[in-house]
Each structure stands twice: as C-alpha cells, then as structure tokens.
C-alpha cells in the first residue's frame, strides 16, 4: 500500500548540531508539506513544496531549510538546532491543489534538542 | 485571513452518550473544512471534509460534522461516544489568497476524554 513515512521516529540532539529529518511518500503526490505541533499552537507550517525543485516558506519557516529533489522525499534540515525547536514535526502529502485537496499526515518525529 | 477557533479544549463524555465537538471559522471565501483526529503518539487522520458540496458531510468511524454558513460554524458529533474515540481533534481550514492557497490552517485542538 502507498503510504508516507517519517524518519526517525525519535531524535535526541544537542543544541547547535545539523539535524535532518526524513519524509518519505509513494503515493507520487506533487504536494508535500512539514509542520511542527507544539502545546497550544495545533500544527504550523514549517517549509512546503509544489514539486520538485520548487520549495516554500510557511509559517514558522525561521531555522529550518528543505529541499525537493524527487517526487518522493522532502528532508527537512534544522541548520543548528535550537532548544526552541524540541517539538513533534509531522509531515504531509497530498496530490492536488485546490478545492478537492487532501492532505495525508506520516506519523511524526518527536525531536528533543537539548 | 483564515482562522479556526475550537471553543472546547477539552471535553469529557460518557461512553455511550453524544459527542459535539464545537469548531468556528473565518473566512473571505468558500470554505474548505477538516476534521482530523490524532491518538496518542499516532499521526494525523483524516475524519471528514467538506467543500461547498452537502453542508451535512458524514466521515469515518460514525463523525459527522455540519457546515453553517449563518453561524460561521463547523461543529463535529457522534451519536455515542466509544472509548477508542478518545482523542485530540483538530478542526482545520484551507487557507485562500496569493500567500495562503493550499495550506492548511489548524485549531488548537480538542481533547476528547470518554469515560467508562
């Protein structure tokens, strides 16, 4: 089955250190997006991308950094890991814009930086 | 801009009896409504959606949810509650404009506490 994956699952990492967090999707959905989820913020978003070779910032896009060079995968890199990004980041995919777009969520990385 | 307010943080029901999970919306446009529900240390699922079809949009696992235009409104119910129903619940939006189309636009979120 298609499906989206998220690697790894967990991280611990210390402040100041590159970090690389992996998404996976083989639905070749054109759409891919990352968020972080934090205690009374719900989901923000992150970095997103249209297709290959085209990268967006979101919301919370300050740190963070991707980049598409397949259909299948959207790495997100934390340049210098912050204690402020200790956070679950989730990452989503979805295979149309507009009206009928659904977005597909992977199961999430809980990254503690410390 | 679109925005999503759940007026609930936290809501505690009985197995068995009704849950109404309230979500408010702005919009300058059409809206594009979710709801998704997240179990403890799972990822995001989709439960339901809807997009200016039926105001009345039936999703998974016995949720439905109805759009009131008048009331700017979202909310999401069951019948009865099951104890597997017990989650965090997000209502989201889909932003529009040159800036926001495509993204997705999330409440805070609703915690659902069934009790046996």
């Known amino acids: 089955d298609a499906e989206i994956t998220q690697s790894p699952r967990h991280k611990i990492t210390e402040t100041g250190r590159q970090v690389t967090l992996a998404c996976h999707q083989t639905?070749?959905?054109?759409?891919m997006f990352w968020y972080r989820q934090d205690l009374g913020h719900g989901l923000r978003l992150i970095h997103y991308?249209?297709?290959?070779?085209?990268?967006n910032k979101g919301e919370v896009s300050d740190g963070y950094s991707v980049s598409r060079s397949n259909t299948e995968d959207l790495p997100l890199t934390l340049e210098s890991a912050a204690s402020s990004q200790t956070s679950v980041y989730f990452c989503a995919s979805s295979e149309v814009a507009g009206v009928q777009e659904t977005q597909y969520f992977g199961p999430g990385t809980r990254l503690l930086v410390l | 801009a679109q925005s999503v307010t759940q007026l609930d943080s936290h809501v505690s029901v009985s197995e068995g009896t009704p849950v109404l999970l309230r979500c408010n919306y702005s919009?300058?446009?059409?809206?594009?409504l979710f709801w998704y529900v997240q179990h403890p240390n799972k990822g995001l699922q989709l439960l339901l959606k809807y997009t200016s079809a039926a105001t009345l949009v039936k999703g998974i696992n016995g949720f439905e949810a109805e759009f009131k235009k008048s009331e700017t409104s979202f909310h999401l119910t069951k019948p009865s509650a099951h104890m597997s129903d017990a989650a965090e619940y997000f209502c989201?939006?889909?932003?529009?404009?040159?800036?926001?189309?495509?993204?997705?636009?999330f409440g805070q979120g609703t915690t659902l506490q069934v009790k046996p």
């Open positions: 989201v939006v889909r932003g529009h404009g040159s800036s926001n189309t495509g993204k997705l636009i």
């Open positions: 639905w070749n959905h054109n759409n």
């Open positions: 919009s300058s446009y059409s809206p594009s």
């Open positions: 991308s249209y297709g290959v070779h085209d990268t």
